[in-house]
């Protein structure tokens, strides 16, 4: 069943509606998939073309073979497991540091009632406003000064100080059902039992919410980990990318490309129900 | 004074229901240690905001008006860092190439969403399909994509080109072109992320009632009276959310020209934020460019601040 929108199913049951409709249907089905698809394929399939063909005009559609050279040149040639094994390191550290440490204040401003919370909330609040790119440079000297430097440090303890993600756990924990708390507490709960036994359990769609966020962001960013990662050795797989582009052929580039968005493409088809739900409500609830 | 006496044993009783008031020492101690513990809590996460946000915020103001170089004592030199950074050729360039994209961006990146949005709400077949089709490029790393049509952009033998060919049209520079750089990155940035837009707008079509479009349609309105007298004015605020967004994102665009140009051809693609970085790693003028940070911060906060206010606004009544 569907509700009204903006045609009325009149008019799509009369002949002239449906043809209409099943034509509509046709061509934005075929712009998608030449659009959003073919890019994906031909990535894909580039990466397997030998380097004389890749550069043929006009182009072959389907490689005249399927050589998987392309890829295992690129693993061995770009280091991809290094680079790989960084980006991986700093996506889940920067996810474990958040949920502990994000949760952990979102759990005290939420239901600890520290004196001048609101304070301390308008403060982190405040950072939305403050768009993070702008404020990279001093940012890089603040991790300069500290020594971290070329360290996974320098993106696990930033990634901490994400107002949008600490907001909506905090946001999520008001919501959670006061009695159940104060219930726990009498049966001589500690606070930090009560959060990890009580409240943690109760907020997975939340905590699903925020790990995906955090991961994304990590491993979807360029501009900060170029700047803290001069040393090549420490580089993610996005900034090696761009830094090795000039120097390998192009195959193998391209099968480097196909590796590296493998792995958010993956999860993205495995939680595509939530993160598309996810968007939909967040975008319109704000 | 009765009454105030009987009020104060209520509240006690409230707090500990089960257990006897504590004397009045031993509560304020215990009102220390909770306080101690929430604080315990918040601690990490509010060590992090101070380092990583609050302090570089208000760092960057004050190394604006500094000379400064890692390593050795900062000097004040007032206003030296913006006037030379006004001075620059690429400040004027890089702003108005800023501005530009912003603007193409608006046009391009937004008509484009919402009329898919638009289409996919009325389509009832393959819905899963469009919505992870066209999200797909949001969830491809940005320097996957901007290296993806870099190598469409190729004038020899990039797809971009070939596809002209095909059509039997011109063939162009794109990104290699100084007139065409700027709109060809525009294409990339769309591309790359208007699944967000679309899926964000669509949920918010969703939301309309559809007596609305009933009522219209007995008014005699016909399919474009209709959008622009139920759709555009019931999604008014949805939309005003997702410019200012996209205005706050593109004007902080980086990835696209430091991967597809590195900024050239002539400067045609040089942004703010990518002299912003060439000030601080190429010039080694950390003065410089924490002044063009003030700057781009002054405008975006404008923005962001627009932006809270709305969605604080209106948070009743979505």
């Known amino acids: 069943m569907s509700t009204r929108t903006l045609v009325s199913p009149a008019a799509l049951a009369r002949p002239r509606g449906k043809a209409v409709y099943w034509s509509v249907l046709t061509g934005t089905v075929l712009l998608f998939t030449l659009a959003f698809l073919f890019p994906v394929y031909w990535m894909v399939t580039g990466a397997m073309k030998s380097p004389d063909e890749v550069t043929r005009t006009p182009p072959t559609v389907v490689p005249e073979q399927w050589r998987l050279s392309g890829y295992t040149d690129a693993w061995d040639l770009m280091r991809l497991p290094t680079h790989l094994g960084n980006t991986v390191v700093q996506a889940t550290g920067a996810w474990l540091f958040q949920i502990v440490f994000c949760t952990a204040a979102a759990y005290a401003l939420s239901k600890l009632r520290p004196v001048f919370g609101n304070l301390v909330l308008g403060g982190i609040l405040a950072t939305l406003m403050v768009p993070a790119q702008a404020l990279v440079v001093p940012k890089y000297l603040t991790v300069a000064d500290l020594g971290l430097l070329n360290d996974p440090l320098a993106i696990w303890l930033p990634a901490v100080a994400n107002a949008f993600n600490l907001y909506l756990l905090k946001r999520f924990f008001d919501q959670l059902p006061r009695d159940v708390l104060q219930a726990a507490e009498l049966d001589g709960a500690g606070k930090l039992r009560i959060l990890w036994s009580v409240v943690l359990p109760m907020s997975r769609p939340v905590l699903g919410v925020v790990s995906i966020f955090a991961l994304v962001a990590v491993w979807q960013d360029f501009l900060w980990p170029l700047m803290v990662f001069s040393d090549t050795e420490k580089q993610p797989i996005s900034v090696a990318l761009v830094q090795l582009s000039q120097n390998v052929p192009l195959t193998v580039l391209i099968a480097a490309m196909v590796i590296a968005g493998i792995p958010m493409v993956a999860m993205f088809l495995v939680f595509q129900r939530h993160i598309i739900a996810g968007i939909g409500a967040g975008g319109t609830k704000g | ?318």
């Not at chain 2, 004074?1 to 707090?15: C, G």
């Not at chain 2, 940005?142 to 290296?147: D, F, G, R, T, Y």
């Not at chain 2, 837009?197 to 918010?204: D, E, G, N, R």
Request: charge should be positive; aromatic fraction near 12%; glycine fraction near 6%.
């Open chain 2, 1 to 318: 004074m009765t009454e105030t006496a009987q009020r104060r044993t209520v509240a006690k009783v409230e707090v500990r229901p089960m257990q006897a008031p504590p004397p009045a020492g031993d509560r304020r101690r215990r009102r220390l240690t909770d306080q101690m513990r929430a604080y315990g809590f918040l601690l990490g996460g509010l060590v992090c905001f101070a380092l990583f946000s609050w302090y570089p915020a208000i760092r960057a103001v004050v190394i604006a008006f500094q000379k400064y170089t890692p390593g050795s004592d900062p000097e004040w030199v007032g206003i030296a860092n913006f006037t030379r950074v006004f001075a620059d050729p690429e400040f004027a360039a890089a702003w108005r190439n800023t501005l530009t994209f912003t603007l193409l961006a608006l046009l391009i990146g937004f008509a484009i969403p919402f009329v898919l949005a638009l289409v996919l709400n009325e389509l009832r077949h393959a819905k899963a399909f469009f919505r992870v089709v066209v999200y797909l490029p949001v969830m491809i790393p940005p320097v996957v994509s901007a290296l993806l049509w870099k190598w469409f952009y190729d004038p020899g033998t990039g797809l971009a080109n070939e596809a002209l060919r095909f059509l039997h049209l011109p063939t162009s520079n794109w990104s290699n072109g100084a007139d065409t750089a700027l709109i060809s990155l525009v294409i990339v940035a769309t591309w790359a992320n208007m699944g967000g837009t679309v899926l964000i707008y669509l949920a918010a079509l969703q939301s309309i009632p559809g007596e609305l479009y009933e009522a219209a349609e007995l008014d005699g309105a016909n399919l474009l009276q209709r959008i622009r007298h139920v759709t555009v004015p019931q999604t008014r605020f949805v939309i005003l959310m997702l410019m200012l967004l996209q205005i706050i994102a593109t004007m902080q665009v980086f990835t696209e020209p430091f991967v597809i140009t590195g900024g050239g051809p002539e400067n045609a693609t040089v942004t703010v934020l990518y002299l912003i970085y060439k000030y601080a790693f190429l010039y080694n003028d950390f003065g410089g460019a924490c002044a063009l940070s003030v700057l781009l911060l002054a405008l975006l906060g404008a923005f962001s601040a627009v932006y809270l206010r709305l969605t604080r606004t209106s948070g009743e009544d979505v």
